[in-house]
């Protein structure tokens, strides 16, 4: 495992990009876990518009998501929630993430884009990969189901992170939902709440 170079005097920014449908406490683990690790001024957390790699099934709408995220994470001083992805029409790129996350926090802010091991395989068939390096340092988190590996990146841009094992899924939350099932303690309170006020997931 690698740490991230610091650069003295900028601002530490940690960027969570995710579909959130809905939000829950493993997203909630590893942005804290990140947080910690490189010592983060701010997790910004960033809902995704219109994510090309669920085209399969329907994501609940761009501002019920938004919200929960928000929801989820206003008692941290340390986390906040980004629109940019769901005010940019068409599919969400990582790569137009970071741009916007960069152009708005300025040159003096250092990036570092948070997945899970899951979403780190996928960095390989990204393209831009070049300038996704240059824009944010990478680091992928464990999650229980899945295989954590070193996707052979340049040097020092990416850093693998054991975190707490949460095996939580949006998918399972909302699979619960559907049939009736409890999700208390998977998500936030407020979520359980937020979907049950907006009946989202109960028709499976
Ligand atoms: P879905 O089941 O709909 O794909 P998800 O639980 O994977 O939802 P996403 O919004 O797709 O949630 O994930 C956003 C980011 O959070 C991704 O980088 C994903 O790898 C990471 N992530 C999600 N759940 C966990 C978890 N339990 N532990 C660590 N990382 C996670
Ligand atoms: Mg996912």
Known sequence: MMNAPSVPGKRRVGVMGGTFDPIHHGHLVAA???????????????????????????????????LMTVIATASNPRFSVSRVDIDRPGPT?????????SRIYGPDAELFFITGADALGAILGWQNAG???DLAHFVGCTRPGHTLHDPGLPEGRVTLLEIPALAISSSECRQRVAKGEPIWYL?????????????????G
């Open 131 to 133: 300038e996704l390096f």
């Open 93 to 101: 790129f990582t790569i137009d993430t970071l741009r916007d996350i």
């Open 32 to 66: 804290s876990e990140v947080a910690h690790h490189f010592q983060l001024d701010e997790v910004v957390f960033v809902p995704t518009g219109r994510p090309y790699q669920k085209s399969g099934r329907d994501v609940s709408a761009a501002e019920d998501r938004y």
């Open 187 to 203: 998500v936030p309170d407020g979520i359980v709440q937020y979907i049950n006020k907006r009946g989202l997931y109960q028709s």
